[in-house]
């Protein structure tokens, strides 16, 4: 599985507003609601303010993948979003976070949700690719850096 093959395009923010968690996640989840006619913006926070309650996505290094499952959705949807000040996401490490992966996925997904989260989880550990992120002036640059990494695996 690609990343680029799930990754939604007009729902990627190279700029996020939000100043807060809560912000973040629901102006995520209305971008991807947006661009993506099967997912419900109000449903999809809701479930990922449900995730979050469990332990924080923020992985560390300015990481997060917020993720979730919800139904009525025909495949996995993901989108990307950068803030440039960094949010505080409660990450395992308490840094700021500024690069945010949201990972969407059908009720019944079985394990494909966890390879989808395994090969993100793996990008971001490359701190040349995270500067990358960090770096781009434009979505095509977000958009290669990403195409880059999935060719590596």
């Known amino acids: 599985m690609k990343i680029m093959d799930i990754l ?5 923010i190279l700029d996020l507003v939000s100043k807060t968690k809560a912000d973040l996640l629901a102006e995520m989840a209305g971008a991807l609601a947006k661009a993506e006619p099967s997912v419900d913006a109000e449903r999809l926070l809701q479930v990922l303010i449900e ?14 993948i917020p993720h979730g499952k919800m139904s009525g959705l025909d495949g996995l949807v993901a989108s990307f979003a950068r803030s440039r000040q960094g949010v505080d996401f409660e990450s395992i490490d308490g840094q700021l976070t500024q690069l945010f992966f949201l990972l969407v996925v059908p ?11 395994a090969r993100i989880s793996r990008f971001f550990r490359d701190p040349q690719f995270r500067q990358k992120l960090v770096e781009a002036e434009e979505l095509d640059e977000i958009f290669a850096a990403i195409d880059e990494e999935d060719a590596k695996f």
């Open 8 to 12: 939604v395009r007009d729902a990627v």
């Open 51 to 64: 995730r979050e309650g469990l332990q924080s996505t923020g992985i560390g290094e300015g990481v997060a």
């Open 107 to 117: 009720e019944h997904s079985g394990g494909q949700h966890l390879k989808a989260l």
